[in-house]
């Protein structure tokens, strides 16, 4: 029984690590249970996705 509330303390003191799924283009940990888009293979998060499409696609101005 002292083993059981050992184990719940350090539990306490130390949560475990959220566990990792994979890597998003910009190299960054992408952990299970986050949102993402899959474009051409690259893994975006959703909050990053504004910054992606400004690093990778060409902007246009209709007309010029």
Known sequence: MDNYF???H???LEPEEDEIFG???NG???YYGDEYYDIDGNLVLIEDIEE???E???R???GE
Request: charged share 25%.
């Open 6 to 8: 050992d184990k719940l």
């Open 60 to 62: 246009f101005t209709a």
């Open 28 to 30: 960054n940990n992408i």
């Open 56 to 58: 990778t696609y060409p």
């Open 52 to 54: 992606f499409i400004r």
């Open 23 to 25: 890597e998003d283009w």
């Open 10 to 12: 350090s539990q306490y």
